[in-house]
């Protein structure tokens, strides 16, 4: 297919999309539509969470010194690096197998048993071993209070994510978003308590003690609503995970390199550069990250359909690119002009260090939505080799070029860097057979 039809075919999808802006009536038929629903409250779950994200961090900018923000900021890395490589896929485990499954409560907590177990070992271990892999972290040995949290941090970060996967799955997600919001309400408020006791740990330690109040309501409330005669309780069951560790494996690997760079690089930033310049960079990653949860969300929606209708794959692509032609592209433009006009709401030096970089990660989100639907087409389809390769590619290419950079470019070099991986992998994504699916 010539490139020129590609770009036919999205001229058409404006044209579409042009259409129904103008008439409230296809709205409404719209909104009707699985796929739309579910992938509209997962956006709304999403941005919503980034929004508070935004809030959140204005007070922690204010209230809390650069230092401080660096170091947190690093130890939350680090805990959602062990979170991916504890969670063994299995998020995307459920979302394929759940709505089929025989035993679906079972497949929940052997899920939740497997991963809460793996990670709050892993957790241990990363402590006992961390003056050989960040060093710029030795506050979590020297603090019992960083310590003792950080380890029940992480395995009950494991759970929260999987909670929200069992409610996508189950087509339920506007309990994802009530579970967000709850998260988000106590994110908002602990922050100015716990400065007031604990100075620096304050920040982790509101994160974390939100994360928990929310998994307990979510797990005793709002589970047994999306998967009726759900309750919680400890299983390990081969037969049951035997299947679904296979597919989610595969994943994990996808997964693992997918996000190994955005977990990588504030522990590669905070040991090159210190932890001010690594509080400049998570604060423009922070608001970069509301431009991505749009097309993050409507890939969870793609996968989440098409794990219970493969048929509709090809609309449901569709689907995907007019929603996100629709909602990112003027917010890609917002945020590029206003970058530091949003940036003085945390403090004129975050305006002053992290602009160029915001400016850099939301261009960045153009080919990163490209990326995020081509990996759903093929996790839907359940071909991770093109995955896993194309992920691998990415992670070294991202890492690569960012630790040659930060030394010459600081933390622009992350952008650079990031801006340049998400391209290759789209690149090689419509050269490939992108292309097809649009038109198929």
């Known amino acids: 297919m010539p490139m020129h039809s590609l770009f036919s075919e999205l001229r058409k999808i404006r044209g579409e999309l042009l259409a129904i802006v103008h008439s409230p009536s296809r709205i409404n038929t719209i909104l009707k539509i699985p796929f739309y629903s579910n992938a509209l409250y997962l956006m709304l779950a999403n941005v919503t969470n980034a929004l508070f994200g935004f809030g959140f961090w204005i007070i922690v900018a204010h209230r809390y010194s650069p230092d401080a923000v660096g170091i947190a900021t690093a130890v939350l890395s680090s805990a959602g690096l062990l979170e991916l490589l504890c969670g063994l896929g299995l998020s995307y485990g459920i979302l394929s197998f759940l709505f089929t499954s025989n035993t679906p409560i079972k497949l929940i907590n052997a899920s939740f048993t497997l991963t809460g177990l793996l990670s709050l070992a892993a957790a241990a271990i990363f402590i006992i071993g961390l003056g050989l892999w960040s060093p710029g972290l030795k506050i979590l040995r020297e603090d019992p209070y960083y310590a003792v949290i950080f380890m029940l941090y992480v395995p009950v970060l494991v759970l929260d994510d999987l909670t929200d996967q069992v409610m996508t799955a189950r087509r339920q997600a506007n309990l994802v978003f009530i579970h967000l919001l709850i998260f988000n309400i106590m994110r908002m408020a602990l922050p100015l308590l716990l400065v007031l006791f604990f100075q620096s740990f304050g920040i982790f330690g509101s994160w974390s003690a939100a994360t928990l109040i929310a998994l307990i309501i979510s797990v005793f409330l709002l589970l047994p609503r999306a998967q009726p005669g759900y309750r919680p309780f400890f299983i390990l069951d081969k037969t049951v995970l035997s ?102 709401l945390y403090g004129g030096v975050y305006a002053e260090n992290s602009a160029s970089l915001l400016r850099w990660l939301s261009i960045t989100s153009l080919p990163l939505t490209v990326n995020i639907i081509y990996f759903s087409i093929k996790r839907v389809q359940r071909k991770m080799k093109p995955v896993i390769l194309m992920t691998v590619f990415m992670a070294i290419i991202v890492i690569l070029i960012s630790f040659l950079l930060l030394p010459r470019l600081g933390i622009n070099g992350v952008g650079i860097a990031w801006l340049a991986g998400q391209s290759m992998i789209t690149f090689i994504a419509i050269t490939w057979d992108m292309r097809r699916w649009i038109k198929r």
Do not use: C, H
């Open 243 to 344: 299947k679904v560790l296979r597919f989610s494996f595969l994943n994990y690997m996808g997964d693992l390199f997918w996000n190994l760079p955005v977990l990588i690089l504030p522990i590669i930033i905070i040991n090159l550069l210190g932890a001010k310049s690594n509080a400049y960079f998570f604060i423009a990653w922070a608001i970069s990250g509301i431009l991505t949860m749009i097309p993050l969300s409507v890939g969870t929606s793609l996968l989440a359909e098409g794990a219970s209708d493969e048929s509709q794959l090809k609309n449901n692509i569709q689907r995907s690119l007019k929603m996100v032609l629709l909602l990112l592209v003027p917010a890609v433009i917002l945020v590029w002009f206003l970058a530091n006009k949003i940036l003085l």
